[in-house]
């Protein structure tokens, strides 16, 4: 036997005699002391944020109201920094890529452009809904989308702005009903979103199909056409699913409601 199988063997020794307690082993290797809650104490917001993950990464799927326990967390979570800082990371990689970019500038390359929770914001409205605790209701929504007043996601905002200014066209491709068209325009226009391609909106024909059904049929339509969809922005996953997608996609987060 070789010294090196015999350190191994008696590698495995050690490990067997510390009875596998994992985490004890990296505390070793790295000096960091996790936060787990002292005494099996649990860390408030510890799960939320492994619910958080799993809905980002869709894992979780399909779900009607987020979970009753995780509405404080989710308050911060969207409230506090973070939730700027993930969407800021989002629209840096986005623009990063997008001027790595040698465009035909011939007007044919465009960016898609989801509108709620990515160009514009409706925190407001849901701050004052349990963040998605309440389950969805399409009246008071309404409501508030014929007010106008949604602000724009400021991260958005700033991408949208650089991407015109490198020489791209932006498509708005939104689940919002073509009622709602005006109201809509109006409401870019006052967020600072002054210039588009297209605002393709959710005709009748197209009401009842879901939101990936829909989506992929308005883009398949746009390449058709001669567009290029050189990146596509949406905060769900239905954004960004289905065929065509785009060169790329950015997924921003929206822990607060799934749309199939
Ligand atoms: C939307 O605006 C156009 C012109 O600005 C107007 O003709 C039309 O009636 C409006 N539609 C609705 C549903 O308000
Ligand atoms: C986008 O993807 C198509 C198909 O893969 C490719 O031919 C094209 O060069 C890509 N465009 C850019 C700008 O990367
Ligand atoms: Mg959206």
């Keep these: 036997m070789g010294m090196l ?24 290797i790295h000096s960091l002391r996790p936060q787990f809650g002292a005494a099996g104490t649990p860390v408030p917001g510890l799960s939320c944020l492994s619910w958080r993950l799993g809905v980002e990464a ?7 109201t987020i979970p009753q326990v995780c509405e ?10 973070q939730y700027k800082k993930d969407s800021e990371a989002v629209a840096k990689e986005a623009f990063v ?4 970019l040698k465009l035909a500038k011939d007007g044919k390359d465009i960016w898609v452009f989801d509108i709620d929770e990515t160009a514009l914001s409706n925190l407001p409205y849901y701050a004052d809904h349990g963040f998605g605790a309440e389950p969805y209701n399409p009246t008071l929504f309404k409501g508030w989308v014929n007010t106008g007043k949604a602000p724009p996601l400021p991260e958005s905002l700033k991408l949208y702005k650089k991407l015109l200014s490198i020489g791209l066209k932006v498509v708005f491709l939104t689940g919002r009903p ?6 809509t325009t109006i409401n870019l226009k006052n967020a600072g979103y ?15 199909t879901t939101a990936v059904v829909y989506k992929s049929s308005e883009r398949e339509k746009m390449e058709r ?7 596509n922005i949406g905060d769900q996953w239905s954004d960004i699913l ?13 822990p607060m409601y799934y749309i199939n």
């Excluded at 869709?58 to 009607?64: D, P, V």
């Excluded at 404080?72 to 920094?81: F, K, P």
């Excluded at 056409?225 to 990146?231: D, E, H, K, L, Q």
């Excluded at 289905?242 to 929206?254: A, C, E, I, S, Y």
């Design 5 to 28: 199988s015999l350190l191994l063997l008696f590698l495995a020794f050690i490990v067997a005699i510390s009875g596998g307690s994992e985490v004890g082993d990296l505390r070793k």
């Design 178 to 183: 073509e009622n709602q068209r005006n109201i």
């Design 242 to 254: 289905g065929t065509p997608v785009g060169n790329r996609t950015f997924k921003l987060p929206d």
């Design 72 to 81: 404080d967390y989710l308050g911060h979570y969207m409230i506090g920094h």
């Design 225 to 231: 056409n001669g567009y290029r969809i050189i990146g």
């Design 194 to 208: 002054h210039t588009w391609e297209k605002l393709i909106l959710k005709g009748a024909s197209a009401s009842g």
């Design 58 to 64: 869709h894992n979780i799927i399909e779900w009607r």
């Design 97 to 100: 890529y997008a001027q790595s």
